[in-house]
C-alpha cells in the first residue's frame, strides 16, 4: 500500500485534504475542502 496523502496536501491545485475518514485493503478515504466550490467538504 502506498504511503497516505498528509493533512493539508492541496491537489489538482483544488481540494485540500482535511482527514483521513479511514482505510482497509484497497484504499483510503479522505474528507477534502474544495477551494473552488464554497471552500464545501
Known amino acids: 500500500m502506498q504511503t ?3 493533512v493539508g496536501t492541496i491537489l489538482q491545485n ?3 485534504i ?3 475518514l479511514g482505510q482497509g485493503g484497497f484504499g483510503r ?4 475542502e474544495d477551494q473552488r ?3 464545501e467538504l
Open 4 to 6: 497516505p496523502i498528509t
Open 14 to 16: 483544488r481540494y485540500r
Open 18 to 20: 482535511i482527514h483521513v
Open 29 to 32: 478515504t479522505y474528507l477534502a
Open 37 to 39: 466550490r464554497f471552500n
